[in-house]
T-cell receptor, first 113, second 117 residues
Framework: NAGVTQTPKFRILKIGQSMTLQCTQD?????MYWYRQDPGMGLKLIYY???????DKGEVPNGYNVSRSTTEDFPLRLELAAPSQTSVYFC????????????FGQGTRLTVV | AQKITQTQPGMFVQEKEAVTLDCTYD???????LFWYKQPSSGEMIFLIY??????QNATEGRYSLNFQKARKSANLVISASQLGDSAMYFC??????????????FGKGTKLSVKP
């Protein structure tokens, strides 16, 4: 059982480039999330989805876009990368329900230079 | 205002001793859940324990227990018999109700625990 899989694990981008962070889960979870973690900080929510075709903004959505065409996949798109987007990105998913924990991917360490 | 406050940036504990990591939260929602996650140096996020706002008893999971004081809005993590492998960042998180937030987790800034041999 793979759980939540993120690719790539590491990436260096130049300012202005674009890229897509991939996230897929094999647990049939409806809820999926993208977080970013800056050094010495907790995680901040970028975007979330409650099911295929439904997405919404979190706390820090600027500079990002998402799509959810299937239950399994929730890619995060960075357009026109900026140094402020240097961070570690986590994808997570969970079952619907009040006490269900979120399962996290291994993270993607992104550096924008 | 911060919704989750972890006031201890770093903590040290001797191996085999118990340690308490503090977490206070702020919410007006009567229905919420509190979570603790461990992040070792390898970076992954590992779920440890959950406490629901309506749970009458403190949650326990092996060596982890949650000291839930609802009136004080605190949800401290207690690790008994610390092991070297417990050295990691620990994050407290809250999920509020079931409304527009869709149950998103709100994280504190974390506490770095170091276990000394």
């Amino acid at each position: 059982n793979a759980g939540v899989t993120q690719t790539p694990k590491f990436r260096i981008l130049k300012i202005g480039q674009s890229m897509t962070l991939q996230c897929t889960q094999d647990m049939n979870h409806n809820y999926m999330y993208w977080y970013r973690q800056d050094p010495g900080m907790g995680l901040k929510l970028i975007y979330y989805s409650v099911g295929a075709g439904i997405t919404d903004k979190g706390e820090v959505p600027n500079g990002y876009n998402v799509s959810r065409s299937t239950t399994e996949d929730f890619p995060l798109r960075l357009e026109l990368a900026a140094p402020s987007q240097t961070s570690v990105y986590f994808c997570a998913s969970r079952h619907q329900g009040e006490n269900t924990e979120a399962f996290f991917g291994q993270g993607t360490r992104l550096t924008v230079v | 205002a911060q919704k989750i406050t972890q006031t201890q940036p770093g903590m040290f504990v001797q191996e085999k001793e118990a340690v308490t990591l503090d977490c206070t939260y702020d919410t007006s929602d009567p229905s919420y859940g509190l979570f603790w996650y461990k992040q070792p140096s390898s970076g992954e996020m590992i779920f440890l324990i959950y406490q629901g706002s309506y749970d009458q008893q403190n949650a326990t999971e092996g060596r982890y227990s949650l000291n839930f004081q609802k009136a004080r809005k605190s949800a401290n993590l207690v690790i008994s018999a610390s092991q070297l492998g417990d050295s990691a960042m620990y994050f407290c998180a809250m999920r509020e109700g079931y409304g527009g937030s869709q149950g998103n987790l709100i994280f504190g800034k974390g506490t770095k625990l170091s276990v000394k041999p």
